[in-house]
């Protein structure tokens, strides 16, 4: 027993001893890769002086908006968007290089780290080529090829590829041996078989260069399951269909996906589709490429035929099935990426929508059977009082309905209203009209004014811990009518207390990662916020919570002392929140406003740090701040230069210039809101034709959705906003936004609307630009679509998400599209959601 205790602890030391060398010799492999922030400036084409100030900062707790506005000098004017891409960057480098640790440390342990592999091993830039590299290492279950090897074929499959004029039965019969489990000669080949098939497979030169080959000549092809037709209606684009993987956007490629996943659609990836296998030899590019990498080629010789086979073999078997799962893997990431950015684009512009501002406002719930739900918020936001009125059938207590909003308007002073966009909207709307018109003639007062409004995530807030907090007493359902009006007087405000996947702006949402897409849209509503600025005597917690440096329990920290001691009247008293240290109050007190604090400077985005600056300037200029402050015609005869020191340079000093000139300036647009149209009030109501005035309520890599006033959002396409190639809807407009569109098409029993922005177009056609399906290519794309074949199939119809437009195909090439001639100047409000158009279609 001692023996045998002393035995196991040498063998456990040796084990350790091992183990220790193996990181050793991993952590000296490391030690020659280029820094990351080397490789991150190279990828961004940056100093990478830059990138490692960044760097420092980022991991030193700093917030990009915080950088991107305070620390100028240090990062040489890196602007938020850059320092984003940045932080993904280094996100995806530092995961690179932890993987690339252990796959040299486990590669260490076997004994098996060459010179020449650690060197591939350090230069891998990608996780797919570390991961091509360490597959013939990577432990694994025993596989037919291992088993061979252990039966000794090792040396016949050598053999073979090495020597092709042996005779592939005369030499498998030297190595039958039926107590290693070799029966028989072909027994013995099959055993070759399989190693040489391994060999191939995890040769990491060729199996990369196989990808690359796949993905520009592959298609993703699509056909209908049998029985689904009628079932998978929605789907129907797909029935027939395929396309090139390098052509393919993103929300075809996630409809594909929603498709099979709801057992609709068979989806297959082809390599190379019209290939055919010949007896003669290697019947595609694939089986050419792995034949040449190991120098396997007919010339009659004995065992060249069977070595073609074996490349057959290979690919069909093993490198398609592999390289197949890899393409899927990557056809999906790039199609989650763009969702993930169409969604971030439209909830920022969502989020940065012009606010009404602090009006006394009563928001309006729509409903038929269980009433309009009324809220009046005065202009601060506070809640002044609830109602509920049923003027729509089946009650119809129209009169009284009147009666009580009037009455409210008058006791509350309410000069908007805001209308939510659900069900029962339209007919609110011309409630409210009434009520306008009647209030016009009580008091001769025109002030009021009503809008139509998202109300996408009202319902998530109503019945969020928040909501249940801040109003315990009342009813969900009048909670929402809080929510919109108060949307109305500052979108930004009220629609960070929701999570940003629920305010239904994105594109195929569901389908992407959950993980990717919270990150992606924090990310955005941190800038938002960051970018106008919070009043810290009225912010709620929520929005608290999104200011830079402001995290945990600390905006609720700020609140509890605000309701205990009463406003803040200047920035250093935020110092005295319970467990805000310094560092916090350097990332957010730049941030916070303080209105009518005792210090001008407190309502601007002056940074505390920076108030000695200004001090200087007051001395050069003889003024005091509050003389000083938007005097444009004086600040901007100052000179940087002149108040710029070591730790404050031009570029700050520029900023606080800025700033005084227009202090506590709001970089959203001012308010506007769109018209509808007199009588058009339902599907029903459109005319091809018709010019209308709308809102856009949702932009998609297809094209824009707009609420002209009818219950259910038009698409203009992409190829019907401009008369310039528009390569993304967004350079042309934007989520919130007025404008000016024609009516092309009206499908009724299909509820879609076709519209166009060129309002030049011709009335009457039928769009070809599909939301889903596949989009016919150049000039003439709109009109043509029905007749021509688009991605090798008769591709003309309307997808499942919304219907197609129609107008001609965005003909020419570069530059960016023009903003439509009949569009407004500005945001606006959103009065719908691209959800609500996806649910109504079926594909939400």
Same mark, same amino acid.
């Given at each position: 027993?001692?023996?045998?205790?002393?035995?196991?602890?040498?063998?456990?030391?040796?084990?350790?001893?091992?183990?220790?060398?193996?990181?050793?010799?991993?952590?000296a492999a490391l030690r020659g890769l280029p820094k990351v922030t080397a490789r991150v400036a190279a990828e961004l084409g940056v100093a990478e002086s830059r990138v490692a100030a960044a760097v420092a900062l980022l991991d030193d707790g700093a917030t990009v908006p915080f950088i991107a506005r305070y620390r100028k000098e240090a990062t040489e004017g890196l602007d938020d968007t850059e320092l984003r891409r940045l932080d993904e960057r280094l996100r995806y480098l530092r995961e690179l290089d932890e993987r690339r640790a252990v796959v040299l440390e486990s590669i260490a342990s076997q004994g098996?780290?060459?010179?020449?592999?650690?060197?591939?091993?350090?230069?891998?830039?990608?996780?797919?080529?570390?991961?091509?590299?360490? $597959?013939?290492?990577?432990?694994?279950?025993? =596989?037919?090829?291992?088993?061979?090897?252990?039966?000794?074929?090792?040396?016949?499959?050598?053999?073979?590829?090495?020597?092709?004029?042996?005779?592939?039965?005369?030499?498998?019969?030297?190595?039958?041996?039926?107590?290693?489990?070799?029966?028989?000669?072909?027994?013995?080949?099959?055993?070759?078989?399989?190693?040489?098939?391994?060999?191939?497979?995890?040769?990491?030169?060729?199996?990369?260069?196989?990808?690359?080959?796949?993905?520009?000549?592959?298609?993703?092809?699509?056909?209908?399951?049998?029985?689904?037709? =009628?079932?998978?209606?929605?789907?129907?684009?797909?029935?027939?269909?395929?396309?090139?993987?390098?052509?393919?956007?993103?929300?075809?490629?996630?409809?594909?996906? %929603?498709?099979?996943?709801?057992?609709?659609?068979?989806?297959?990836?082809?390599?190379?589709?019209?290939?055919?296998?010949?007896?003669?030899?290697?019947?595609?590019?694939?089986?050419?490429?792995?034949?040449?990498?190991?120098?396997?080629?007919?010339?009659? %010789?004995?065992?060249?035929?069977?070595? &073609?086979?074996?490349?057959?073999?290979?690919?069909?078997?093993?490198?398609?099935?592999?390289?197949?799962?890899? $393409?899927?893997? %990557?056809? #999906?990431?790039?199609?989650?990426?763009?969702?993930?950015?169409?969604?971030?684009?439209?909830?920022?512009?969502?989020?940065?929508?012009?606010?009404?501002?602090?009006?006394?406002?009563?928001?309006?719930?729509?409903?038929?059977?269980?009433?309009?739900?009324?809220?009046?918020?005065?202009?601060?936001?506070?809640?002044?009082?609830?109602?509920?009125?049923?003027?729509?059938?089946?009650?119809? %207590?129209?009169?009284?309905?009147?009666?009580?909003?009037?009455?409210?308007?008058?006791?509350?002073?309410?000069?908007?209203?805001?209308?939510?966009?659900?069900?029962?909207?339209?007919?609110?709307? &011309?409630?409210?009209?009434? $009520?306008?018109?009647?209030?016009?003639? /009580?008091?001769?007062?025109?002030?009021?004014?009503?809008?139509?409004?998202?109300?996408?995530?009202?319902?998530?807030?109503?019945?969020?811990?928040?909501?249940? *907090?801040?109003?315990?007493?009342?009813?969900?359902?009048?909670?929402?009518?809080?929510?919109?009006? /108060?949307?109305?007087?500052?979108?930004?405000?009220?629609?960070? @207390?929701?999570?940003?996947?629920?305010?239904?702006?994105?594109?195929?949402?569901?389908?992407?990662?959950?993980?990717?897409?919270?990150?992606?849209?924090?990310?955005?509503?941190?800038?938002?916020?960051?970018?106008?600025?919070?009043?810290?005597?009225?912010?709620?917690?929520?929005?608290?919570?999104?200011?830079?440096?402001?995290?945990?329990?600390?905006?609720?920290?700020?609140?509890?002392?605000?309701?205990?001691?009463?406003?803040?009247?200047?920035?250093?008293?935020?110092?005295?929140?319970?467990?805000?240290?310094?560092?916090?109050?350097?990332?957010?007190?730049?941030?916070?406003?303080?209105?009518?604090?005792?210090?001008?400077?407190?309502?601007?985005?002056?940074?505390?740090?920076?108030?000695?600056?200004?001090?200087?300037?007051?001395?050069?200029?003889?003024?005091?701040?509050?003389?000083?402050?938007?005097?444009?015609?004086?600040?901007?005869?100052?000179?940087?230069?002149?108040?710029?020191?070591?730790?404050?340079?031009?570029?700050?000093? =520029?900023?606080?210039?800025?700033?005084?000139? @227009?202090?506590?300036?709001?970089?959203?647009?001012?308010?506007?809101?769109?018209?509808?149209?007199?009588?058009?009030?339902?599907?029903?109501?459109?005319?091809?034709?018709?010019?209308?005035?709308?809102?856009?309520?949702?932009?998609?890599?297809?094209?824009?959705?707009?609420?002209?006033?009818?219950?259910?959002?038009?698409?203009?396409?992409?190829?019907?906003?401009?008369?310039?190639?528009?390569?993304?809807?967004?350079?042309?407009?934007?989520?919130?936004?007025?404008?000016?569109?024609?009516? $092309?098409?009206?499908?009724?029993?299909?509820? *879609?609307?076709?519209?166009?922005?060129?309002?030049?177009?011709?009335?009457?056609? #039928?769009?070809?630009? /599909?939301?889903?399906?596949? /989009?016919?290519?150049?000039?003439?794309?709109?009109?043509?679509?029905?007749?021509?074949?688009?991605?090798?199939?008769?591709?003309?119809?309307?997808?499942?998400?919304?219907?197609?437009?129609?107008?001609?195909?965005?003909?020419?090439?570069?530059?960016?599209?023009?903003?439509?001639?009949?569009?407004?100047?500005?945001?606006?409000?959103?009065?719908?959601?691209?959800?609500?158009?996806?649910?109504?279609?079926?594909?939400?």
């Amino acid at each position: 027993m001692p023996g045998k205790t002393q035995s196991g602890t040498a063998a456990a030391s040796a084990t350790r001893d091992g183990a220790g060398d193996a990181a050793a010799q991993a952590a000296a492999a490391l030690r020659g890769l280029p820094k990351v922030t080397a490789r991150v400036a190279a990828e961004l084409g940056v100093a990478e002086s830059r990138v490692a100030a960044a760097v420092a900062l980022l991991d030193d707790g700093a917030t990009v908006p915080f950088i991107a506005r305070y620390r100028k000098e240090a990062t040489e004017g890196l602007d938020d968007t850059e320092l984003r891409r940045l932080d993904e960057r280094l996100r995806y480098l530092r995961e690179l290089d932890e993987r690339r640790a252990v796959v040299l440390e486990s590669i260490a342990s076997q004994g098996k780290l060459t010179a020449a592999l650690q060197d591939a091993i350090v230069a891998a830039d990608t996780k797919s080529r570390l991961e091509d590299i360490y $597959l013939p290492y990577k432990p694994k279950r025993r =596989t037919k090829a291992q088993i061979a090897r252990e039966a000794g074929l090792g040396p016949l499959a050598e053999l073979l590829l090495t020597e092709p004029g042996n005779d592939p039965d005369t030499a498998a019969a030297q190595y039958v041996d039926a107590g290693k489990g070799v029966d028989d000669a072909a027994a013995a080949l099959a055993g070759a078989r399989a190693i040489l098939v391994e060999r191939f497979a995890e040769d990491a030169d060729l199996v990369g260069e196989l990808r690359e080959t796949m993905w520009g000549r592959g298609r993703l092809t699509t056909a209908v399951r049998e029985g689904k037709e =009628t079932s998978g209606a929605k789907f129907s684009d797909y029935f027939e269909f395929s396309e090139p993987f390098t052509t393919l956007p993103s929300h075809r490629i996630l409809a594909v996906f %929603r498709g099979e996943k709801e057992e609709i659609l068979r989806v297959t990836l082809d390599p190379e589709p019209g290939e055919t296998e010949t007896a003669a030899g290697p019947a595609s590019v694939y089986e050419t490429a792995i034949a040449a990498r190991f120098g396997i080629a007919g010339r009659g %010789r004995a065992a060249d035929g069977w070595l &073609a086979d074996t490349v057959r073999w290979a690919w069909r078997t093993k490198l398609m099935l592999s390289l197949g799962i890899d $393409l899927r893997l %990557r056809l #999906r990431q790039n199609a989650e990426t763009a969702a993930v950015d169409v969604f971030a684009q439209n909830l920022k512009d969502l989020l940065l929508a012009a606010p009404a501002g602090n009006h006394a406002t009563m928001g309006l719930d729509p409903g038929f059977r269980t009433g309009v739900k009324v809220a009046v918020v005065d202009g601060t936001g506070k809640l002044l009082a609830t109602s509920t009125i049923y003027p729509h059938p089946p009650q119809r %207590r129209y009169d009284a309905a009147i009666a009580t909003l009037a009455a409210l308007v008058e006791k509350h002073g309410v000069q908007l209203i805001a209308i939510g966009n659900g069900t029962a909207s339209r007919e609110t709307d &011309a409630l409210a009209a009434e $009520l306008l018109t009647a209030m016009r003639g /009580r008091t001769g007062d025109a002030a009021l004014r009503k809008v139509v409004v998202s109300e996408a995530g009202a319902s998530v807030y109503s019945a969020s811990e928040y909501a249940a *907090r801040e109003f315990p007493d009342l009813d969900v359902s009048l909670r929402g009518a809080v929510s919109i009006a /108060r949307r109305l007087q500052d979108p930004l405000a009220e629609l960070v @207390k929701i999570e940003p996947k629920s305010i239904g702006v994105g594109q195929y949402q569901h389908d992407v990662s959950e993980t990717k897409l919270a990150r992606s849209l924090a990310a955005v509503v941190e800038d938002a916020v960051n970018a106008v600025g919070v009043d810290v005597n009225t912010a709620s917690v929520p929005l608290l919570r999104r200011v830079s440096g402001i995290a945990g329990t600390l905006a609720e920290n700020i609140v509890a002392h605000r309701e205990a001691n009463g406003p803040f009247s200047t920035r250093k008293e935020i110092l005295d929140v319970a467990r805000l240290g310094p560092k916090a109050f350097e990332q957010c007190a730049g941030f916070l406003r303080i209105p009518a604090g005792t210090d001008p400077l407190d309502a601007s985005a002056v940074h505390p740090e920076a108030y000695p600056v200004v001090r200087r300037i007051l001395e050069a200029t003889g003024h005091d701040v509050p003389g000083l402050m938007g005097r444009s015609e004086l600040l901007r005869g100052l000179r940087p230069q002149e108040f710029a020191d070591e730790r404050f340079g031009v570029p700050t000093v =520029t900023d606080i210039l800025a700033e005084l000139e @227009k202090p506590g300036r709001d970089p959203r647009p001012e308010f506007v809101t769109a018209t509808f149209a007199d009588g058009v009030e339902k599907l029903t109501d459109l005319r091809p034709g018709m010019v209308l005035e709308g809102v856009v309520t949702n932009v998609a890599a297809f094209g824009a959705f707009v609420d002209v006033g009818v219950h259910q959002d038009g698409l203009v396409h992409v190829s019907a906003m401009s008369d310039r190639f528009v390569s993304d809807p967004h350079e042309v407009v934007s989520s919130g936004q007025v404008v000016k569109v024609k009516v $092309l098409d009206v499908d009724e029993q299909r509820s *879609r609307i076709s519209l166009t922005l060129r309002l030049d177009d011709e009335a009457g056609t #039928r769009g070809g630009g /599909r939301a889903d399906g596949p /989009r016919a290519g150049g000039r003439g794309a709109g009109n043509k679509a029905a007749g021509q074949k688009a991605a090798g199939r008769k591709g003309a119809g309307n997808s499942g998400a919304q219907g197609g437009t129609g107008g001609r195909g965005s003909g020419g090439s570069g530059g960016r599209g023009k903003r439509p001639s009949g569009g407004g100047n500005g945001r606006g409000n959103a009065g719908g959601a691209m959800a609500d158009a996806l649910r109504r279609a079926g594909l939400h």
